[in-house]
C-alpha cells in the first residue's frame, strides 16, 4: 500500500509572483479557505466554486482564485473545517531561483569532469566516463572505421537517470535551451548559475549548452557526414555513482534521426555563436559545416530508423518518422543558409504543428521560423505557419480555461510534466507573436502545476516546495551519501505507461494523472532527463524574464 494521504489543497509550493493571476485548489469536500498573513490577520476568505471532475485524475476540485493577494510575503492557507493549514508565498521573482536551478542541473549531469564542491557544494562528485576511449560497435562499422576501432567522444551531458549519451535527446534539449537564449537573450546574459566558467563574458545558459554540443560534434562521422544515434554501455549500468561506473562504451549505428537532429541543432548553434565569435574562434563556421554534411548524408539516407543491436539494452529513443525531423532541419538550416535547397524541403514537409517532444519536432521548426518571421519569403509564409502555430496555442489555452486543474494537459505520456512543460513554451512564444497576455497566464497556470498544483500535490523539481520529491530515478542522486537529490530537476511525472516499475507490492494509481511514484525504482515516473528540465529552463526563465523583471 503506497498511496498515501492526499494534500487538501494543491498549489504552487515555490511562489506566486506578486502582480500576477493567483489559483489555488482544494478537494471536493473543502467547502472554505482563509489565508493569513504572517501577523495572522485574515487577509483573503472565499468559498471555493463548484467542483469539476476530471476523468485523467478521477477526481473532482474546486478553484480558488485569489489574484487579488498582492502584496509579497508568506502567507498560511487555512482550512477552517479540518483545521489545517499551508505556507503559501507571494514573492516579486518567485521564479528566478527554480530557473537558475533547472539549468545548474545540466551542470551536475555533465559527464567526463568532477563536479567541484566550490559548484557543486554537497552533490560534488569525482568525475566519470572520460569517453576518451569508445569502440565502434557492428551496428555502426563500415571500411574507414571497422568494428573496434576506437574513438574519442568526451563531455556532454548524461542524458537523464541514465549514463548514456543519446544523439536524438541532446537535439531538441539543446535547442531548446538555445531558444531560451535567441528569446530572452538579455535575460540569460544576466543570468549567473555559479558554474566553473560563469564570468567568461558568455551566458551561463549558453557555456552549458555548449559543453554537450563539444560531445555532439564528435559523434560524427567525419568521412561521410552521418551520426551515431548514441553513446552507451551494452547494459544500463547499476546504481553506482558515475566513477564507479566504467563498463566499455560504444557508439552505436548511424540513422535518419539522429543526424538530422544533429543537423538542426548545430545550424541553430551556428547563428548563436555568430554572436560569440572572439570566445569561439571559427566554432560558428565549423557546426554550418558539419550540419550541411550530416543533411547530406540523410539526403543520402533518408529513412534509415534506429534498430536496437541484439547485444545493446539501453534507451532506444527510436523514432521511425522523419517527416517532422526534415522539416526541422530544413527549417534551421534555410535560416542559416537562405539556399533554395532547403526551402524545398520546408515546403515539401510542411505540416501543422504539435506540442514538441524528442520524437515529434515540426513545432522547433515553426519556433525558428516564426522568430524570424518578417525576413521569410512570401512562399514560406503563404504556408500559413503563423495561423497554423496560434491555432494551436490557442486550442491548448481553450482547453486550460475550462480545465479543472487550468492545465491544457489531456493525455498523459512518460514524461508528461514535459508536455505539460513544453505547452507552456508553445503558450510563451505565442504571447511574444500576438502579445495576447492570455497565453502568457496559462503558460504561468502550467509553471502553477509542475511546482504543486497538480493531482498528486508534489512539487515536481527536485529541492524545492512543501511536498518533495526525494527519490528520483538519477544514479548520482541514489548513489551518493546525500539524503537530498541532486537539485533542480524536473521529475518525469504522473503516466500509466508500465505500472510495474517498482514490482506488484507498490500500488500505483490507475488515473494516469495521479499515477507516480516518489521511489528510486519508478524509472517511468520517476525518472529525470535532460529534454524534460529544457522547457522547464524555458518556461520559468521566461515568465520570470516577462512577469517579474
Ligand atoms: O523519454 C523517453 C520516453 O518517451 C519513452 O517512452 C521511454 C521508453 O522508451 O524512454 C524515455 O527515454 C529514456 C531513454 O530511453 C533512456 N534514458 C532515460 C530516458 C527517460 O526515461
Redesign the pocket.
Known sequence: ENIEKEMPVLYNQVGYITDAPKLLLVREEVNQVIIIDAQGNEVFSAIPEEPLFWDQSGDAVRKVDFSQLNVPGTYVVVLPETNENFEIRVKDQPFREITKAALKAFYFNRSGMAIEPQYGGRWARPAGHPDTIIYVHSSAADDNRPEGTIISSPLGWY????Y?K?IV?SGITTYTLLSALTHFTDYYKKLDVSIPESGSGVPDLLTETLYNLKWMLTMQDPYDGGVYHKLTTKNFEGMVMPHEATNDRFVVSKGTAATLNFAAFAAKAHRVLADYESHFPGLAEKCLQKAEKAWGWAMSNPNLPYVQPDDIF????GDRNFSDEFFWTASELFLSTGKDEYLDVIIEKYSKPVVP???QVYALGFISLLNNYDELPEIIRNLGLKNDFIALVDELVGVSKTAPYGVSIQNF???SNSQVANEGMLKIKGYQLTGNRYYLYSALSDLDYILGRNATGYCFVTGFGYKRVMNIHHRPSEADDNEAPVPGFLA?GPNI?VLTDCGPEVERSPYPAKSYVDLECS??TN?I?I?WNAPLVYLSGAIDALLTQ
Not at 542524458?159 to 541514465?162: I, L, Q, R, S
Not at 539501453?314 to 529513443?317: A, M, R
Open positions: 542524458d537523464a537517470g541514465d548514456n543519446y535527446n539501453t534507451g532506444g529513443y517532444s524528442w520524437n505520456v512518460w514524461g518525469g505507461s524509472y517511468s525518472e532527463a529534454n
